[in-house]
């Protein structure tokens, strides 16, 4: 886990999106950057700016927990611009009907999937959620979550059925189903659930 605080700077890694960002805290540049999340009042203010790859953070960043609120609203807005066009893609290219996608805050998993009650349509496909911490995922673990998430739109249970599916479509499930065990112990200190040891 990440030390809990911002400052000086640390680099966060968004592997979906191609790179990193540097995580800054201090005075506000207003060239180049947006003030994206406002969060607070009075001395108890705080501004996510984002830069080209800067996301800079000013006003009260001693306040961790506002820190987090911003950092958190920020990541959200961009797993619910990434996350759905990237499950979608890895549904066409495994012979799944692209399913809806949302992004949540889900406290202590990565994802879950339901579908309708009825036979699987193409009217509707199903449902996946993944928590939008799963934007800060290495990309093969994040695409063997998708995977697993867009199995259970066959199967709904964790069966040998629904493995020999899941092995077909990620070999390595079980070494990485322990890397997404380890990746939700490991995320940075702004991105735990708040009711997580150590949040």
Do not use: K
């Amino acid at each position: 886990m990440s030390s809990p605080a911002p400052t000086p700077e640390e680099t966060v890694p968004f592997p979906l999106s191609g790179g990193e960002t540097l995580l800054a805290a201090g005075r506000r540049q207003s060239r180049g950057a947006a003030a994206v999340v406002r969060l607070g009042a009075g001395s108890r203010r705080l501004v996510l700016l984002e830069g080209r790859e800067t996301l800079r953070l000013f006003g009260a960043v001693g306040d961790l927990a506002l820190c987090a609120g911003a950092l958190g609203r920020w990541c959200r807005g961009e797993a619910a611009r990434l996350l759905p066009p990237h499950v979608r893609e890895l549904a066409l290219a495994h012979g799944f009907l692209p399913p809806r996608v949302s992004v949540r805050d889900q406290r202590s998993r990565w994802g879950s999937c339901s579908r309708p009650s009825a036979a699987v349509t193409a009217a509707q496909p199903g449902h996946i959620h993944l928590n939008w911490r799963a934007l800060l995922l290495e990309r093969p673990l994040l695409d063997h979550l998708c995977r697993h998430e867009l199995c259970h739109l066959r199967r709904m249970d964790h069966s040998a059925a629904y493995r020999a599916e899941l092995a077909r479509l990620s070999p390595d499930w079980a070494m990485l189903e322990r890397g997404l065990s380890r990746a939700w112990r490991e995320l940075p200190w702004w991105a735990l659930p708040p009711d997580s040891p150590g949040a």
